[in-house]
């Protein structure tokens, strides 16, 4: 089956621009989606379809896509988006259940 | 409110077996796909298994599959992990998921199953 590929750890300077990225085949065919996980706490969603945000999230966090890769960016990261993110896609058609990478460690300095 | 409430987790011995909740409320319970994910310490997500609205598609992990089986019961809202032929390497914390195209979402508080003599 289809796998998801993520950096295991991604820094950022506190107010700066970060992106996290994931590769995989199933992204050609099935935009990302992306959650974000606090120690302790159940992964929320806060990006879907590519580059659409649940409500409450913040305006800063903004997804793109591109042949096998999708991203996630933070534009002006704060401290309370450091976090472990998680991208999610499906291996082919609807009614499928999600295939996840293995996560990004997001420290934010 | 959109909500998830999962039950059920335990300490349990090797080869035991358990039975996971969960409960849904705040949405249209039988018009949506569940899915159980887990997280074993320290690591990522894992999938589990899949159950359609119906009930009549079901998947399972590699991992899982002949020893877990997925149900629901659509007039309590709610959907179950039959857990069987446990091992040391189940334990973790279970998340019911609901699942959309537009992302999985929302994710349940979680509850932990420990396996351990």
């Known amino acids: 089956s289809s796998e998801l590929t993520q950096d295991p750890a991604v820094s950022v300077a506190l107010g700066q621009t970060v992106t996290i990225t994931c590769h995989g085949d199933s992204l050609s065919g099935y935009y990302a989606s992306w959650y974000q996980q606090k120690p302790g706490q159940a992964p929320v969603l806060v990006l879907y379809?590519?580059?659409s945000r649940p409500s409450g999230i913040p305006e800063r966090f903004s997804g793109a896509s591109s042949g096998y890769t999708g991203s996630l960016t933070i534009t002006g990261a704060q401290a309370e988006d450091e976090a472990v993110y998680y991208c999610?896609?499906?291996?082919?058609?609807?009614?499928?259940?999600?295939?996840f990478g293995g996560g990004t460690k997001l420290t934010v300095l | 409110e959109v909500k998830l409430v999962e039950s059920g987790g335990a300490l349990v011995p090797p080869g035991g077996s358990l039975r996971l909740s969960c409960a849904g409320s705040?949405?249209?319970?039988?018009?949506?796909?569940m899915t159980w994910v887990r997280q074993a310490p320290g690591k990522g997500l894992e999938y589990i298994s899949y159950i359609t609205s119906s009930g009549t598609t079901v998947d399972y992990a590699d991992s899982v599959r002949g020893r877990f089986t997925i149900f629901r019961d659509n007039g309590k809202n709610s959907v179950y992990l039959q857990m069987d032929s446990l091992r040391v390497d189940d334990t973790a914390v279970y998340y019911c998921?609901?699942?959309?195209?537009?992302?999985?979402?929302?994710w349940g508080r979680g509850t932990r199953v420990t396996v351990s003599s």
């Open positions: 379809n590519k580059n």
């Open positions: 998921v609901r699942e959309r195209t537009a992302g999985s979402a929302p």
């Open positions: 999610a896609s499906r291996d082919s058609a609807i009614n499928q259940p999600p295939l």
């Open positions: 705040g949405f249209p319970f039988n018009t949506y796909s």
